[in-house]
């Protein structure tokens, strides 16, 4: 049993799956924005300059955080969805989330998500290259639960 604890705190990055993601650039309206999360199905993009580098994360959270209230009149409406035009990615996003690379180990990067209170990180495959997509939280558990699963099993034997 130990065995299988010791291999799980070394495993890295590389090791799940990374999930590709829209990614859109940070001059972005967000009516666009809204248009586009909608369309692919998606709660989170990934946002690049136009040097294509990663400057941070929109969720669907952030882009609903501007139209959201408990009592709203169709004229307050409007006047949001107005503004929703004016407000780029780059007003909304969260820059202060880390990158992990490949060879980060688990227990930084399920603290780094603890830390910074998400459950996704971007992930890049080493320091020259760019962002290429998330790295879930729901992804490690599932990966955590197959070698789990087949370490038990190997076990029985």
């Not at 604890?5 to 993601?21: G, L, N, Q």
């Not at 586009?36 to 690049?48: G, H, I, P, Q, T």
């Not at 409406?77 to 107005?82: D, N, Q």
């Not at 290259?129 to 029985?156: A, P, Q, R, Y």
Request: aromatic share 8%.
């Amino acid at each position: 049993m130990e065995d299988v604890f010791s291999s799980i705190r070394e495993m890295k990055a590389k090791e799940f799956p990374i999930r590709k993601v829209p990614i859109v650039y940070e001059d972005t309206s967000c009516s666009v924005l809204l248009d586009f999360l909608v369309e692919d199905k998606s709660l989170v993009a990934m946002v690049f300059n136009h040097t294509n580098e990663f400057v941070g994360i929109l969720t669907i959270r952030n882009l609903l955080k501007l139209i959201s209230r408990r009592k709203t009149e169709i004229t307050e409406v409007l006047a949001r969805t107005h503004v929703l035009s004016c407000i780029t990615a780059l007003d909304l996003l969260r820059s202060d989330i880390p990158i992990i690379k490949d060879e980060d180990k688990i227990e930084k990067v399920v603290g780094l998500m603890e830390r910074y209170n998400t459950i996704f990180l971007p992930r890049q495959v080493d320091r020259k290259s760019k962002v290429e997509g998330l790295i879930f939280f729901e992804d490690i558990l599932k990966t955590l639960k197959e070698k789990w699963v087949g370490s038990c099993i190997d076990m029985d034997d």
